[in-house]
Structures are given as C-alpha cells and as structure tokens.
C-alpha cells in the first residue's frame, strides 16, 4: 500500500492573509480527517491551501495552487500508484465563472509538484474539485484535493470618470458661435455623491476655452475632467472695393473688378463668395456683393454699390456756322461747333468751337466729345469753301467814263468779262443801264462768284440833245405869224450835234400843224412876208441854202390859229404860232 501525501507548493497573488491562514488550518483539520478515513483506500490527491492558504482572491485576482499525489500504499498497488507505466492525469472541475489555467495535470511520480493558476472576476464562493483518469490498478482519494474558491468583491480605489458631451455640438472645423454647455455625466462603479459633483458646466467669451469639473464617488475618491471648446460669437469684418476706382465723375469705362479684405481675429476666415468674375456689363447703379464666412460659421457681407459702367464712346457732331450756300461756298469765317450726345453716363464736354478764317476750298475742321466716364469720341467738318474776295469785274467798249456825246453819236453798249481765282464767276457778267438817249447815264456792270461776293465796274457819261436853229425867216419866232390861209409857208430849220450840222431829213421825227386856241392881245403879231411858191412841200436839205426847208401849205381856215412843232429824233423841238387871216 502506497500512503500519498500533498505538500504544499508555492502560493501566488495571496490576498487577505488573516483569512488566508485560517483557512489553511481548516484544510489541514479536514485533510487529517479524510487521510484517517481513507488511508488504507488510496493514493491521495492533495493541494497545499492546508499549508500555504491561497483560496481568497479579489474580483479581478488571481492565486496559483500546487497539486500532487501522495502514495499511501493501501490499495492493492504497492508504491505510487502514477509511477507506473499507466501516468495519472488530474483534471481540475472549476464553476464557469473560475478560469483554470492550466485545468489538467499528469503525473508519473509522486510528492511532484504542479501549479495550476485560478482567476474570477464575480465575487462569490467556487466549489473546486478534481478528478483522475488512471489505467493502472491502483485508486485515488479525491476529497484532499477539494477546496472553495473565495472571490472577494475588490475595495473602491477608482475615482468616478467623466463622459463630457457638449451642447450645441462643435461645427465640422470644431468650433461653435455661441456658448457651450458641458454635461459631464460621471459614472463609478460604487455609485457618486452627487451633491460634490459638477453635473454641467457653460463657457463665456471667445476663443479656445477649457472647462474643468471634478466629482467625488461614495468611497471618497475624487475624479476631474476638462473639456475644450472653442468659440467665436463675432462675425467676420469684410470690405468689398471695386477696382479699378472710378474716375472723378463716379464711372469706369471698362470692366470692373473688385478687391476684397476679409478678417477674423477667433476662428479665422473659412471662405469668401462673390462674383466669379469682374462686371463687364454697361449700366448705372451696379453692385458687387461679398460674403465672408469664418470657421464658427459667423458670416457677414459687403456690398460694393453705384457702380457705374460707360464703354461706349458718345456720338459727336461738327455743324459748320453760316451753313454753306446752294454752290457749297462761304464768304465769311465759318465757326464749326462740336456736340455731342451720350445715352448713358452722359456728355463731360466737348472741344471749343474753331473758327476759320482763311480763303481756300476743301478746309476741315475737326474736334472731340468726351462722356461722364472718360469715353471720346470726334467728329471733322470737312469740305469747308471760304472766298471772302469779289470777283473782277470790267466793262469792255462803250461810252467813256465821263464822256459827253450828242444824241445819235453815242458808242455802242458796252460789254463786260468777270473773273474769280477761287470760287468762280457764278453765271455770267450782265451790264445794265446803257441809254443812247438824251441825258446822264450810268452803265454798270456786275458779276458774282460762287461765295456770293459781288462786284461792278461803272462808267458814267452825258448825251447831248442836238441843238436846233429855226425856225428862220420869214417865221418870227416868239410872235404870233399871221398867214393868209392857203397859202404856204417856207418852214426852214438847221440841226446841229454839237458842231456837226445833222442834214439827213432822217433825223426829223415829225412836223406837225394843229390847232390851238389863238392868243390874247399881249402876243405880239408878226406878218409873214415870204411864202413859197404852190406845191414842194417835201421835205428837204437844202444844200445851197444849208438849211432843211418844208413848204408849209396853210390850211383855208381864216380865224383860225396853229401851233406848228417840229420834232427831231433826240426828241428836241422847235414851235412857231400861225394865225390865218
């Protein structure tokens, strides 16, 4: 009979050493017992708890437990029953809630000893037992090996842990605009003493700021949290300037693009929207706007307003003053004035007026307009004639200036030639007032350029009426002639054109009788003595005589009296009073 002690080992993690003594002695009493009972029955499976304690642990501990066989010899098999060539493998039977690390042991010798680690992490008591698989003769007393597994709830020593969670939550960039309430929610695992714990916490001002809390759990421990936050209430500062500026009269007159500053001392600038490109249309009154937003999600906008856009050039008119006449010529300074019209930003001004002066064909004038945005434009008067000189002007032949003709004798009408070294003569030179006839006259000639300067050359000349002498004897000149009626009358007269005796009879325009009222007493009555024989009475030159002579046959009309005229073609006369007896 082989008679098998346990021994014990070594004892890791001994926890408790008050409870771990007591409880070796109860194991060694007990082992004692049941070594009496089954001593002559088997080999005994021992641990040294009865020895060495190790079956209190904490929650979360661990102990390691030696085993081994103790031969006791009484069991049919001499010596140790696993020293055979059959070994003895102990299997170690734990509650789930034990880990048994490792849970099977082989023996093939005796008084040998081997740990076996046990762990738990729910408090409570664990019933350990074992078994033996042998295929030798020998049997084995299990009961030594039976001991419970004490697993102590652990002391508090863990201070409470925070689970801060913020309201209103952090934007996407980690930053709120406005201020943040911390809830801390502690947890501990023996419970917290609410009144010395901070439940929430809310932040103030702007910037990156850190919250602090603390809390204390039912065992005393103090537990602290912090938490930032970052926060920027204020919105971003933004400009918007357009450029290029405009000119002094508030218009561009190109594209328009814009400058922007956008600044944020807190969260900094996230992002900017505007126009994608400059303003290019033309108006008045447009705007660019910009809104800048920064990283908390403050924004705010700048508007780049009245801005005025002009790319288009006025329209700019030359009226030349006077207005040319119908052959397209001026004879005076011609002043041409520059206007201009603009649809949009209107007319700044445009160029003084420019006056010409000289003579010449095809002259030109040109000047500029300029709009409210700094847009010109110009405009040329242009085939612009100015002849300011007359024309010159001549009468060819005719009477001599100053002269003096008698009747009949005068020259010819005179003609005239004109000419203009500029413009030209406008039509023909016409000369007016030539008069063969007795008296002054004054021939003019005028002609005009096609400036409508005008020019005359006069001559001024004298016709002489023709001096007549007659009647002569036998008629009394200034007398009342007394006649026998019937008879006839020598009626002789000369003509003189200045010194030249006129004899042609086709100088004479008439001879005439009539009747007229005999006069008073007061004319004096002179006979007349000489009468021409009957018949001749055709006038005549009377060469010998040098005298034109008409035989004047006297009507038979005694009483009667007549006025006897004679008429020559200068329209000179000579009368001579008969009465008839």
Same mark, same amino acid.
């Given at each position: 009979?082989? #008679? ?8 890791? &993690?001994?926890? &408790? ?10 194991? #060694?009493?007990?082992?004692? +017992?049941?070594? !009496? $009972? ?57 509650? $789930? ?32 037992? +074992?078994?033996?698989? %042998? ?14 597994? *004490? ?6 020593? @863990?201070?409470?842990? $925070? ?15 406005? %201020? ?7 947890? %501990? ?14 932040? /103030? ?21 912090? &938490? ?36 944020? %001392? ?12 400059? =303003? ?20 705010? !906008? ?10 288009? $050039? ?41 006056? =010409? ?10 000047? !500029? ?6 847009? /010109?434009? !110009? ?8 002849? *300011? ?16 003709? /008698? ?59 023709? @001096? ?20 006839? +009358? ?8 200045? /010194? ?64 006897? @005229? ?12 008969? *009465?008839?007896?």
């Amino acid at each position: 009979m082989k #008679l098998v002690n346990i021994n014990p080992g070594k004892n890791h &993690h001994r926890e &408790h050493p008050i409870i771990r003594r007591a409880g070796k002695m109860l194991a #060694l009493a007990l082992a004692m +017992v049941l070594l !009496s $009972a089954t001593m002559a029955l088997a080999d005994n499976v021992q641990n040294d708890i009865a020895i060495n304690g190790g079956d209190t642990i904490s929650a979360g501990g661990s102990t390691t437990i030696d085993y081994r066989i103790v031969a006791t010899g009484g069991d049919g098999q001499g010596g140790c029953n696993a020293a055979d060539t059959s070994p003895a493998t102990v299997t170690i039977n734990a509650p $789930a809630a034990v880990t048994v690390s490792p849970n099977s042991i082989s023996f093939n010798a005796c008084s040998i000893f081997k740990p076996t680690t046990f762990s738990a992490t729910t408090p409570g008591n664990y019933t350990i037992t +074992v078994s033996v698989s %042998d295929s030798g003769p020998g049997t084995y007393n299990l009961t030594p090996a039976t001991f419970t597994l *004490k697993v102590l709830a652990p002391s508090d020593t @863990t201070a409470p842990v $925070a689970n801060p969670m913020q309201s209103p939550a952090a934007n996407g960039n980690g930053w709120n605009n406005s %201020d943040v309430t911390v809830s801390w929610n502690w947890t %501990d695992a023996g419970g917290i003493d609410t009144a010395n714990c901070t439940t929430s916490s809310t932040s /103030s001002g702007e910037g990156t700021i850190t919250l602090n809390a603390s809390c204390k759990d039912t065992a005393g421990n103090t537990g602290t949290a912090s &938490h930032v936050v970052k926060v920027d209430k204020t919105a971003p500062s933004v400009t918007a300037t357009p450029s290029p500026v405009p000119n002094g009269n508030g218009w561009n007159n190109a594209d328009v693009g814009y400058s922007t500053f956008c600044d944020d %001392d807190v969260s900094g600038v996230a992002s900017f929207e505007g126009p994608t490109d400059v =303003l290019s249309s033309e108006g008045a009154s447009q705007s660019i706007t910009i809104t800048c937003t920064d990283y908390a999600g403050n924004s705010a !906008s700048a508007t780049a307003s009245n801005i005025n856009i002009d790319k288009t $050039a006025p329209s700019v008119t030359a009226t030349p003053s006077p207005t040319p006449n119908g052959n397209g010529w001026n004879n005076t300074d011609v002043t041409v004035a520059f206007s201009g019209s603009d649809a949009l930003s209107g007319i700044a001004g445009c160029d003084a007026d420019v006056t =010409l002066s000289g003579e010449g064909a095809g002259q030109s004038a040109s000047g !500029s307009c300029t709009d409210n945005a700094d847009n /010109s434009a !110009s405009a040329t008067a242009s085939n612009i004639n100015i002849d *300011k000189t007359a024309p010159s002007v001549s009468l060819v032949g005719g009477p001599a200036n100053g002269g003096e003709y /008698s009747y009949g004798f005068v020259p010819a009408a005179p003609t005239c030639t004109a000419s203009d070294a500029l413009s030209g003569v406008d039509g023909t030179c016409s000369a007016s007032g030539y008069s063969a006839a007795v008296g002054s006259h004054t021939v003019m000639a005028t002609a005009s350029d096609k400036a409508g300067n005008s020019a005359s050359d006069s001559v001024s000349y004298t016709v002489r009426a023709w @001096t007549l002498q007659g009647f002569s004897n036998p008629v009394d000149m200034g007398y009342l002639n007394t006649v026998k009626g019937g008879s006839t +009358v020598p009626l002789k007269f000369r003509i003189f054109a200045g /010194s030249t005796e006129l004899t042609d009879t086709a100088y004479i325009q008439s001879l005439s009788a009539v009747t007229m009222a005999c006069p008073g007493v007061s004319m004096p009555v002179a006979p007349v003595e000489e009468l021409a024989a009957a018949g001749g009475t055709v006038l005549r030159y009377d060469a010998t005589a040098g005298q034109f002579i008409y035989n004047w046959k006297t009507p038979k009309s005694p009483g009667k009296c007549y006025k006897v @005229t004679l008429t020559t073609q200068d329209g000179s006369k000579i009368t001579a009073d008969f *009465k008839l007896t």
